[in-house]
């Protein structure tokens, strides 16, 4: 089992940068593929970044290329969200897998991701 818990969200100006980081517990995050997901109140949950289980290879959606970035370090995922705008505002979700994952592969379907976090809130005002 693997517990995901993310940390760092809060309220910002349009404009502004903020990140926020997942961490694991019961089980490290190294060596695992993760992505980021968001769900703003009465949408479907959404991709937004992720990250193969090197670190070697990411990918973001196009809503946020340019502007947000992820990475990784032993023990958490990160995602770095810059230029922030009204429409980022959601709760943002990480991810992981734990088994059956291709080297390098980026994985970017809800369905593909076995482990999720409870998610944080960003809330961006214009």
């Known amino acids: 089992q693997v517990q995901l818990v993310e940390s760092g969200g809060g309220s910002v100006q349009a404009g502004d940068s903020l990140s926020v980081s997942c961490a694991a517990s019961g089980r490290t995050l190294n060596y695992f593929p993760a992505g980021w997901f968001r769900q703003a109140p009465g949408k479907e949950r959404e991709f937004v970044a992720g990250?193969?289980?090197?670190?070697?290879d990411t990918d973001v959606a196009t809503s946020v290329e340019g502007r947000f970035t992820t990475s990784r370090d032993k023990n958490s995922v990160y995602l770095h969200m810059n230029s922030l705008k009204p429409e980022d505002t959601a709760i943002y979700y990480c991810?992981?897998?734990?088994?059956?994952?291709?080297?390098?592969?980026?994985?970017?379907?809800?369905?593909?991701?076995?482990?999720w976090g409870q998610g944080t809130q960003v809330t961006v005002s214009s």
């Open positions: 990250i193969s289980s090197r670190g070697s």
């Open positions: 991810a992981t897998r734990t088994s059956g994952s291709i080297l390098g592969m980026v994985y970017r379907t809800a369905t593909e991701y076995d482990y």
